[in-house]
T-cell receptor, first 113, second 114 residues
Framework: NAGVTQTPKFRVLKTGQSMTLLCAQDMNHEYMYWYRQDPGMGLRLIHYSVGEGTTAKGEVPDGYNVSRLKKQNFLLGLESAAPSQTSVYFC????????????FGPGTRLTVT | AQSVTQPDIHITVSEGASLELRCNYSYGATPYLFWYVQSPGQGLQLLLKYFSGDTLVQGIKGFEAEFKRSQSSFNLRKPSVHWSDAAEYFCAVGARGSQGNLIFGKGTKLSVKP
């Protein structure tokens, strides 16, 4: 049981490049979330999904897109990366009955130069 | 709007000493409250939660927290800190009616002196 995994662990992009971060969970959780963590800012919710095929915006959605084509996967896309998107990205998942009890992945450190 | 304040950015305690990390929240009704811990280079792990009922809640790793409505606080405590407790601690509030939208504080980094 791997829990929540994230791919890749590290990535460096140039401004304007695109990339996709993959989150996978094997706990059969209905809900999945993407957060970003910046120094001194805590975690902020980017997008979330309450089920396969559904997504919703969080607190800081601009510049990101997401897709949930399969229940176990939640993808976060950056279409045109900007230096302001340099951050550590965390994926989390939860059961629909206790959606605040979230299980987090190990994070992806993204640097945009 | 909901918000969470953790007044202490960094705290250092000696191993074996007691610990209290402060958390204040702003929310119109009784919130759902959480403490998460993040070890270096790791994701977050849930320590404990408060939904309703007994205002003193027990969590994992010997931690407890007390909800005080009059002070809008949810402080985390541990009677005797171990070196392995060195980590960053995040308080979070969940808005009733939302679908898991947690509002996190900025975190308190705990260092433990031998």
């Amino acid at each position: 049981n791997a829990g929540v995994t994230q791919t890749p662990k590290f990535r460096v992009l140039k401004t304007g490049q695109s990339m996709t971060l993959l989150c996978a969970q094997d706990m059969n959780h209905e809900y999945m979330y993407w957060y970003r963590q910046d120094p001194g800012m805590g975690l902020r919710l980017i997008h979330y999904s309450v089920g396969e095929g559904t997504t919703a915006k969080g607190e800081v959605p601009d510049g990101y897109n997401v897709s949930r084509l399969k229940k176990q996967n939640f993808l976060l896309g950056l279409e045109s990366a900007a230096p302001s998107q340099t951050s550590v990205y965390f994926c989390a998942s939860s059961y629909s009955g206790s959606f605040y009890e979230q299980y987090f992945g190990p994070g992806t450190r993204l640097t945009v130069t | 709007a909901q918000s969470v304040t953790q007044p202490d950015i960094h705290i250092t305690v000696s191993e074996g000493a007691s610990l209290e990390l402060r958390c204040n929240y702003s929310y119109g009704a009784t919130p759902y409250l959480f403490w998460y811990v993040q070890s270096p280079g790791q994701g977050l792990q849930l320590l404990l939660k408060y939904f309703s009922g007994d205002t003193l809640v027990q969590g994992i790793k010997g931690f407890e927290a007390e909800f005080k409505r009059s002070q809008s606080s949810f402080n985390l405590r541990k009677p005797s800190v171990h070196w392995s407790d060195a980590a960053e601690y995040f308080c979070a509030v969940g808005a009733r009616g939302s679908q898991g939208n947690l509002i996190f504080g900025k975190g308190t980094k705990l260092s433990v002196k031998p």
